[in-house]
């Protein structure tokens, strides 16, 4: 059965208009939402792009800001990227530093080094950047010694969620490797590129990549594992290194 319409209701009217004003407010500030998220996207990405820094720029670093040890004619580029406060790496080196001496030394691979600061917020005293442009400043000087100040370094990783060494402890470190120009202490005190550090480790982020270690070689990336006791399998970035090097 159908009825019949019945006189216009007052009340109805209005709530629809109330309705209507609600919507198109809703509307309104969904829009300014999506604005703002595309600006910051926008920020994001001109930050991450690293073109505005014009700061320092380390004579050892490559252009995309690697420390490179070897001869650059070796078949294999194998790049690291690492943070001096992060556990793992600090593992990854205990477990691959004499493969990759080796393969620098028999002229298999190069070594490129991207230390960046992702873990600043892992120390009081932004530890990893700080670390990370010791890394710079040492180099700058020479990278026949570098793998040596690695090596230290890592052994005498600061825990985290502490103070981190201090700028006279890294320059400690440094001469105990043997980099003893007191133009190293001087860019160790002044952190003369941490600018530069956090240039490149926005850089890293924008190639998508957000941990560390990540390893490469000849541009791909080499899936990291473990063993049974709970160490680094090294099988993985040796099988890299030799099938790069044709071996």
Known sequence: MSKKPGRPNPLAAAQRAERKRKIA????????LVALVAAIGIGLAVRNSGSD????????????GAIRIGQPEAPATVRIV??????????????????????????????????????D???????STRAANASYCVADSGTDKYQDWL??????????RGAGLTDEE?????????????????????????????AMSDEALSEGI????????????????????????????????QAAAGR
């Open 25 to 32: 407010i809703q509307v309104g500030v969904t829009a300014v």
């Open 53 to 64: 820094y014009e700061g320092a720029v380390p004579a050892a670093a490559t252009d995309n």
């Open 82 to 119: 690492a943070d001096m406060q992060c556990p793992v790496c600090q593992l990854f080196e205990a477990d691959h530093g004499e493969l990759l001496r080796q393969s620098v030394a028999d002229g298999s691979a190069q070594i490129e080094y991207n230390i960046v600061g992702f873990l």
């Open 121 to 127: 917020q892992m120390s009081s005293t932004n530890y």
């Open 151 to 160: 090596e230290v370094m890592f052994q005498k990783q600061p825990p985290e």
């Open 170 to 198: 890294l320059i400690s470190i440094a001469h105990e490797v043997g980099y003893t120009d007191p133009a190293v202490d001087k860019c160790i005190a002044d952190g003369t590129y941490e600018g530069y550090v956090a």
């Open 210 to 241: 957000d941990g560390t270690p990540t390893v490469f070689v000849n541009g791909e990336q080499v899936d990291l594992r473990f063993n049974q006791q709970q160490r680094f399998d090294t099988a993985p970035l040796a099988d890299a290194i």
